[in-house]
């Protein structure tokens, strides 16, 4: 039943595309190589067929993925006035995700189309495709462009691949599977060169980047006899070594390669004072840190979710560990809060 949910959800997305002129394009906020890849790749897509169509960057881009515009950019808000025919949400699971230069709210449209990933999501859009079993909405939109057997370009290819590849954390996490990898395996034929994607994303960080985790590997403790891992990226960590906070992108893999730990964290203080973004990973599927997330009204994958706190640095750390050792508990893996230990660092 499922699959056939989604093949008539393509074939919604694939009318409307060619039935409207007016497109603009949104993926979340503090945006990760599956969400630039997916909307760089739908954005090639729409504007090769002919289609007005605005892809809105939500945010500061990641140095890593720059290479995917070839030189071109995307704007940061919409123009007033423009009335759209159709609005896509790719791998936002919440409105609480919306790019902060909409206050929020989604633009006026006639048709409103949800692509995810995330069994989390609540948004209902006049299409909705949210298939929790995909790898990445890279890889949706892989099936989606087959499907509609539109021309796939190297580009197209390459950003869709950048998508998969990320998401699945090359290919390590749970979440690959044959379907993802036999999509990377397409893509390669359509023009995708693996060992350059891989030179970008993971070979071109600057040493910035790296005097900056330097200091966040520094705060790197484990609690509960192991199974949990958390560092620290501070704002006077940030204004030492003068980086911005897409800088620690992929900073949340270090604790979560630990042998042993269950459950990786990193708090991040990115935004105004006294607010910590927190990001979670977990390896277990019966240790659902996207449960956590939703605690403190944040969301995600069962394997990786994240939220947004207000409060000290202390407060939110002991708040975070607490429902980190009562999911343990509930997944059977004893942690007791006696075995907490160490204090955020200072930066």
């Known amino acids: 039943m499922k699959h056939r949910e989604d093949a008539s959800a393509r074939d919604r997305i694939i009318s409307a595309i060619e039935e409207n002129d007016v497109f603009v394009i949104l993926t979340h906020v503090s945006p990760d190589g599956d969400s630039i890849g997916s909307l760089v790749a739908l954005w090639r897509v729409l504007v090769h067929r002919g289609k007005q169509c605005f892809a809105l960057f939500p945010g500061d881009m990641p140095p890593e993925y720059l290479f995917l515009l070839g030189g071109e950019d995307l704007p940061r808000s919409l123009p007033s006035g423009q009335k759209w025919d159709v609005v896509v949400l790719l791998d936002i699971p919440s409105i609480s995700r919306l790019p902060l230069s909409l206050n929020r709210q989604i633009p006026p449209c006639k048709e409103l189309i949800n692509i995810d990933h995330h069994e989390s999501n609540d948004i209902r859009g006049t299409i909705n495709w949210v298939d929790p079993s995909a790898s990445s909405v890279g890889e949706m939109l892989c099936h989606l462009l087959e499907h509609a057997r539109y021309d796939v370009s190297s580009e197209v290819a390459t950003a869709l691949y950048t998508a998969i590849l990320t998401d699945t954390g090359s290919f390590r996490f749970p979440n690959t599977t044959s379907s993802s990898l036999r999509a990377a395996a397409r893509l390669v034929t359509y023009g995708v060169n693996p060992a350059r994607v891989a030179q970008h994303v993971y070979g071109s960080h600057s040493l910035r980047k790296f005097q900056l ?3 966040a590997l520094a705060t790197l403790q484990t609690c509960f006899s192991g199974k949990v891992a958390y560092m620290w990226v501070t704002r006077k960590m940030l204004d030492e070594v003068g980086v911005s906070p897409v800088e620690a992108d992929g900073f949340i893999n270090f604790p979560r390669e630990i042998k042993g730990v269950e459950v990786a964290i990193l708090f991040k203080q990115e935004g105004p004072e006294g607010e910590v973004k927190v990001s979670l990973r977990s390896k277990r599927r019966n240790v659902v840190v996207s449960r956590v997330a939703e605690m403190f009204h944040g969301g995600g994958h069962p394997l990786a979710a994240g939220c ?20 343990l508990e509930q997944a059977g893996m004893a942690a007791s809060a006696s075995s907490l230990s160490g204090s955020p660092s200072k930066g």
């Open 308 to 327: 947004t706190l207000s409060g000290s640095a202390e407060t939110v750390q002991e708040l975070i560990l607490k429902a980190i050792a009562e999911e």
């Open 213 to 215: 985790l330097g200091l």
